[in-house]
């Protein structure tokens, strides 16, 4: 099965609304990474996370090892933030990373 | 900024030709890696580096070499190509000293027919 599941797959919502995403792990992740990857297919690092949280901006992550999955909050949806997100997860401190199949986020005005 | 860049962008090859995707990054990193993506999947390893000289075997090398020539330079070669291996290939570079986080290149888009 997926090491890495994300859901949702995909998701539609408002400008100005708000949205979780979700990353569960079926392996011993040590750090977790998230990606966008925008309409031009670019991907951009988002987060670098220990078991913690971390906050830029509208967005927030969380990362619990014990529990085994990591969320991204994007708080007041803007257009841009319209992409695929990619969660990534390292394994054994070997900087391999296990990536998720993504969440396709489209934010309509 | 990290700085990555790919070349070519877009790449059309004939079955059984060779391939080579070309990275090159500006910003000193040990670590640089070959993904590929496929509608479907999330990005998956194929080959990746730890320094000049040095490559290895991600989770689906089959049908892929990698060269890494110099500390900047990490080349992904395709000695027959085959229709499957149509995708978008992604480099990636990372500072390889515990924390790491990946800068990408801007990938190519490879179609073998």
């Known amino acids: 099965g997926d090491k890495v599941k994300q859901s949702p797959s995909a998701l539609s919502l408002q400008e100005g609304t708000n949205s979780a995403l979700r990353c569960n792990f079926s392996?011993?992740?040590?750090?977790v990474q998230w990606f966008l990857q925008n309409p031009r297919g670019s991907l951009i690092n988002l987060f670098y996370?220990?078991?913690?949280?971390k906050e830029n901006g509208r967005l927030k992550s969380a990362f619990d090892s014990k529990e085994s999955y990591s969320t991204l909050h994007i708080r007041d949806a803007q257009l841009e933030d319209s992409g695929t997100y990619f969660c990534?997860?390292?394994?054994?401190?070997?900087?391999?990373?296990?990536w998720g199949s993504g969440t396709k986020l489209i934010i309509k005005p | 900024e990290a700085a990555v860049t790919q070349s070519p962008r877009n790449k059309v090859a004939v079955t059984g030709g060779k391939v080579t995707l070309s990275c090159n990054q500006t910003?000193?990193?040990?670590?640089m890696y070959w993904y590929r993506q496929d509608t479907g999947h999330g990005l998956r390893l194929i080959h990746y580096?730890?320094?000049?000289?040095?490559?290895e075997k991600g989770d689906i090398p089959d049908g892929y070499k990698a060269s890494r020539p110099s500390q900047e330079n990490f080349s992904l070669i395709l000695e027959l190509a085959t229709p499957s291996q149509t995708s978008v290939y992604f480099c990636?570079?990372?500072?390889?000293?515990?924390?790491?986080?990946?800068?990408f290149g801007s990938g190519t888009r490879l179609t073998v027919l």
């Open positions: 392996i011993a992740a040590t750090t």
């Open positions: 990534a997860a390292e394994r054994d401190s070997n900087y391999q990373l296990i």
């Open positions: 996370l220990v078991p913690g949280t």
């Open positions: 990636a570079s990372g500072e390889g000293l515990g924390v790491e986080t990946l800068y």
């Open positions: 580096s730890y320094g000049a000289g040095s490559t």
């Open positions: 910003n000193n990193h040990n670590n």
